[in-house]
């Protein structure tokens, strides 16, 4: 099973930034989709930024020109660059990955989230 742990959140003012990260575990031969989704009390996860190998990255309409999705390949992990921070940003977040494992498998992964919560 492929594993991925998060790090990154925290407490910040608003205009703040933060940087989260997601590693995936040695056993993952290729992610194909990835992205980070986000959950505030009393709401559903949804989706902040999504994006597939090779494709483009989408972002949800509220964090466009704030946050910023990037990748590194050799490790393994994806990152998620906030700024520009406000209290609606604050909810839980968690990092996903699809793709295949060295034992080619598919996997469908979730990290464990990590709380950001922004203050005004």
């Known amino acids: 099973q492929v594993q991925l742990v998060e790090s990154g959140g925290g407490l910040v003012q608003a205009g703040g930034s933060l940087r989260l990260s997601c590693a995936a575990s040695?056993?993952?031969?290729?992610?194909?989709?990835m992205g980070w989704y986000r959950q505030a009390p009393g709401e559903q996860r949804e989706p902040v930024a999504t994006?597939?190998?090779?494709?483009?990255?989408n972002y949800a309409d509220s964090v466009k020109g704030r946050f910023t999705m990037s990748r590194d390949y050799a490790k393994n992990t994806i990152y998620l660059q906030m700024n520009s921070l406000n209290p609606e940003d604050t909810a839980v977040y968690y990092c996903n990955m699809r793709g295949t494992t060295v034992w080619r498998t598919n996997f469908d992964s979730w990290g464990q989230g990590t709380q950001v919560t922004v203050s005004s």
């Open positions: 040695r056993s993952i031969l290729s992610a194909n989709t």
């Open positions: 994006a597939s190998t090779g494709g483009n990255t």
